[in-house]
């Protein structure tokens, strides 16, 4: 995989090289491309930045060492390469997860989508969205590093730069450096998928029948390249002797790309609504309604699974870009507003079936939250950027 990699390397280089030669200045670097930043959403990633770099110093994060994390259409092919690389190679190593919990568990991958579904009903619709997912890239992020040389930091889908088409992003463009395009195109119908464990029974969401439906086809995770095995989880029929996909399913990685959740939705100017939300309130509605659930469901199938949606490493992008959003909104005030926190304990405040000790009244900053593997920080842990080992800034 990575000695082809290479080779695609260099031959695009090559052939820019090559052009170059008859058309100007050599330049391997990308363009940017897709819809430009518009000068109010820039006027708030500037505050943003200029307020973090200002407050740095105290904590072990410097000026020196912060991480810079781009988008995945800026950083350069070798970069690309060497987080997909990365990736395969968590895929290739052993779990960490006591296979008791989860006999379907068979890598390192699977670690982050067991605790994820696991945590699902508590970690979405609640107060613990925002903390709870920043912990998570962050843990993945620091995986693909110590345990597989990643030498980069987590990139972000610059989701609204290309909101009318996503498959102009370098996320989608289904090159050897993207994460491939939508699935094979399947025939199939609108369905309710029924979310377990609610006390709410058969609590269903709709899913819209996208463009897909089938594997991926192209890219370092079509079929016969990458498989996954827990989930799904979200079904129209719930099986009750493996509620939550725990069992292993093998499969390939499928998709099935909604446009219509993106043109028009996953813009600029409901990027600029989310990080001008005047209160944390405001702030989670808007995420919630404008753009998590919509990015998911553009990407569709695996990735629109509430539960097991990391089977698609596009999630990490994806949660990345609504981790920046949130950065962004957080930095505008970082002393009013890095701590700031809204919403139940429990997905829309409903109670849980399996968790009668979880009450579903307000979150709060003090709770612990579950991150797998025993580490159980309390929900303010997860809410700076450059504290508690996190240091890091979006570019
Ligand atoms: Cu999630």
């Excluded at 709709?206 to 990458?226: E, H, K, L, M």
């Excluded at 920046?324 to 507003?337: S, T």
């Excluded at 009450?359 to 900053?365: D, H, V």
């Amino acid at each position: 995989m990575h000695i082809l990699g290479h080779l695609i390397l260099l031959g695009a280089c090559a052939a820019l090289l090559g052009q170059l030669v008859l058309a100007g200045p050599v330049r391997c670097k990308p363009n940017t491309t897709g819809i430009p930043m518009p000068s109010d959403f820039k006027r708030y990633q500037d505050t943003y930045q200029k307020n973090i770099k200002a407050s740095l110093g105290t904590q072990g994060c410097t000026s020196k060492n912060i991480a810079a994390r781009k988008s995945w259409d800026e950083i350069d092919d070798a970069t690309r390469l060497d987080y997909i690389r990365a990736v395969h190679c968590l895929a290739a190593k052993p779990p960490k997860t006591d296979r008791s919990l989860a006999s379907g568990i068979v890598n390192r991958l699977d670690d982050f989508t067991y605790i994820h579904i696991n945590q699902t009903n508590i970690i979405h619709q609640s107060g613990y969205l925002l903390p709870w997912h920043r912990l998570f890239l962050w843990q993945i992020e620091t995986a693909l590093r110590d345990e597989c040389g990643y030498k980069g930091y987590l990139p972000y889908w610059d989701v609204p730069r290309f909101s009318d088409d996503q498959t102009k992003s370098k996320v989608f463009d289904g090159s050897m450096t993207s994460f491939g395009g939508d699935g094979a195109f399947v025939q199939h119908a609108l369905e309710q998928i029924i979310l377990p464990g609610l006390v709410i029974a058969n609590f269903s969401l709709p899913r819209a029948p996208g463009t897909g439906g089938g594997c991926v086809t192209t890219g370092p995770f079509a079929a016969g390249n990458f498989s996954i095995s827990l989930g799904p989880v979200a079904k129209p029929v719930i099986d009750p002797t493996d509620k939550y996909g725990y069992r292993a399913n093998p499969r390939c990685l499928g998709r099935d790309f909604h446009p219509g959740s993106s043109k028009g939705v996953l813009t600029w100017g409901n990027a600029t609504t989310i990080v001008a939300s005047d209160s944390i309130k405001a702030l989670r509605n808007n995420v919630e309604d404008l753009w998590h659930l919509n990015s998911h469901t553009f990407v569709g199938l695996e990735a629109a699974d509430p539960f097991s949606t990391p089977n698609d490493p596009v999630f990490y992008l994806l949660h990345a870009q609504i981790d920046r959003l949130w950065a962004i909104w957080q930095g505008q005030d970082l002393a009013q507003r890095t701590f700031a926190i809204d919403g139940n304990r429990t997905f829309l405040g409903i109670p849980l079936d399996y968790a009668p000790n979880v009450p579903p009244s307000l979150a709060t900053i003090e709770d612990p939250m579950d991150m797998g593997l025993g580490w159980r920080p309390k929900t303010k842990e997860g809410m700076p950027m450059t504290e508690g080992g996190r240091c890091y800034i979006y570019e």
